[in-house]
Structures are given as structure tokens and as C-alpha cells.
């Protein structure tokens, strides 16, 4: 293989990687794992403000159940001591102030223990379908990958194949022309070589003047186009009766 048939065969190769690549990413199963994993990031966020959710309700129970314990404490206290000895007029009544007291707390704590149970079963059951739903995301995904390299198993064997061509391909260009060959590949978007047909590039199609024909066709087999500037192949090195 002569350096133009590399040059030209590099870039039929690049050209296939680039269309099985863009099959691959087309395949509707890419798709629905992006779609996936954008649902699944929504669910883990919200998921992670329930979580913190549980666990403040869960301290605000804590609390609530230690000062139900300490009232409830207290007031057997203070009905033991009002029931030991006798006591005056005036200390019955700061016995039975302080027991209303204590009565009210305890009435107050105890409806608010009824909403944060509430509130935290609530978010218990929140956090239980946030998880389900991960769960069922996860398979779904797994099912899609599954799927997606099932049928892309072929396609990328293929790409396997043309990299291992595309090494020993590489190897036959000139680290001048290799690097010619990587600037206008970017550049022209994979388009980086263009052969001479006739007196006009295959590629950018605008007709050489007789000059510029003149000289190309009398010097190196690789050349650049003076229009569009990509690699110039001037003759087909695949054509019959080509310069040899």
C-alpha cells in the first residue's frame, strides 16, 4: 500500500468509525438510559430531602417523648406530695395550680405528638415510594443495558476491527501527512481528503487552472489542494491506469 492508498483508506476507515459511532448513539436504547438517568437523579434529590425530613421529625418525636416523660413524671410527684401529710388551704391550691399546670403541658405535647406521627408516617410512606421507585429505575436500566449491548454487540466488533486496521494504516503515512491529516480531519469534520479527478478535487469541486494542474500533476502523488487546503490525492491510487 502506497502513502496515498493509506492516506485514502485512513479516512475511508474514519469515516466508517464516525457512522457506527453515531449508530450507536442513535439506538433507541441510549435514549431511554439518558431518560433513566435524568429521572433517577430527580428521585435521589428528592429523596434526599425526605430522608433529612425523617430524621428531623424523628428528633422532634425523640424530644417530644422525653418531656411527656418528664411531666408525666412530675405530676406523680407533685400528687404524692400533696397526698402525704396535711396541708393547708393555700397549699392545696399551688398543689392543684401547679397540677393544672402540668395538665395543659401535657395535653399540649401529646397533640403535637399526634401530628408528627402523622407527619412522620407520612414521609416514612414518601421516603418507602421514593426508594420503590430507584428500584424500578434500576432495573429498567439494567434491562436497557442489557438490551443495548445485545444489539450492539456487532457494531462495536466492527469498530474493534477498523481501529485495529486504522494502527497498521497509521503506520504507513509520514508523521508530515499524519499530522496534515489530523488538522484538516478537525477541520473539515472528517472530510480531510479529496482526490484529483480530472483537473477538479473530488471533494471542494472548484476546477484547477491549467498552472496549478500542471504542477500538481508533475510532482508528488500527495499533495494539497490550493483551494480548500485538505490533503490532494492527484492520482486515484486505486484507479487503473494511474501514475505508478
Given at each position: 500500500?502506497?502513502?496515498?492508498?493509506?492516506?485514502?483508506?485512513?479516512?475511508?476507515?474514519?469515516?466508517?468509525?464516525?457512522?457506527?459511532?453515531?449508530?450507536?448513539?442513535?439506538?433507541?436504547?441510549?435514549?431511554?438510559?439518558?431518560?433513566?438517568?435524568?429521572?433517577?437523579?430527580?428521585?435521589?434529590?428528592?429523596?434526599?430531602?425526605?430522608?433529612?425530613?425523617?430524621?428531623?421529625?424523628?428528633?422532634y418525636v425523640s424530644e417530644n417523648q422525653e418531656d411527656l416523660e418528664h411531666y408525666r413524671a412530675r405530676t406523680e410527684e407533685v400528687r404524692a406530695?400533696?397526698?402525704?401529710?396535711?396541708?393547708?388551704?393555700r397549699q392545696i391550691q399551688d398543689y392543684e395550680a401547679h397540677l393544672t399546670g402540668l395538665a395543659?403541658?401535657?395535653?399540649?405535647?401529646?397533640?403535637?405528638?399526634?401530628?408528627?406521627?402523622?407527619?412522620?408516617?407520612?414521609?416514612?410512606?414518601?421516603e418507602g415510594n421514593a426508594s420503590l421507585t430507584?428500584?424500578?429505575?434500576?432495573?429498567?436500566?439494567?434491562?436497557?443495558?442489557?438490551?443495548?449491548?445485545?444489539?450492539?454487540a456487532q457494531i462495536r466488533r466492527r469498530i474493534v476491527e477498523l481501529d485495529e486496521e486504522r494502527k497498521a494504516v497509521v503506520a504507513q503515512v509520514s508523521a508530515e501527512h499524519m499530522s496534515a491529516y489530523e488538522d484538516s480531519h478537525k477541520r473539515f469534520k472528517?472530510?480531510?481528503?479529496?482526490?484529483?479527478?480530472?483537473?477538479?478535487?473530488?471533494?471542494?469541486r472548484v476546477k484547477l487552472q491549467p498552472a496549478a494542474f500542471h504542477d500538481l500533476t508533475h510532482g508528488d502523488d500527495v499533495a494539497e489542494c490550493p483551494y480548500c487546503h485538505r490533503i490532494l490525492i492527484?492520482?486515484?491510487?486505486?484507479?487503473?491506469?494511474?501514475?505508478?
Open positions: 500500500m502506497t502513502e496515498a492508498q493509506a492516506l485514502v483508506r485512513l479516512q475511508e476507515i474514519d469515516l466508517d468509525m464516525l457512522r457506527l459511532a453515531s449508530t450507536l448513539a442513535a439506538m433507541p436504547q441510549q435514549k431511554k438510559m439518558q431518560a433513566i438517568a435524568r429521572a433517577r437523579r430527580k428521585v435521589q434529590g428528592e429523596l434526599t430531602k425526605i430522608f433529612a425530613q425523617r430524621k428531623d421529625l424523628e428528633t406530695e400533696a397526698s402525704s401529710g396535711s396541708h393547708g388551704y395543659k403541658k401535657i395535653e399540649k405535647l401529646e397533640h403535637n405528638r399526634a401530628r408528627l406521627d402523622e407527619e412522620l408516617e407520612r414521609v416514612r410512606r414518601a430507584l428500584e424500578r429505575l434500576d432495573e429498567e436500566d439494567a434491562a436497557q443495558k442489557k438490551s443495548f449491548e445485545t444489539d450492539g472528517g472530510l480531510a481528503v479529496e482526490r484529483l479527478v480530472g483537473n477538479v478535487p473530488s471533494v471542494c492527484v492520482d486515484d491510487p486505486y484507479a487503473e491506469g494511474g501514475r505508478k
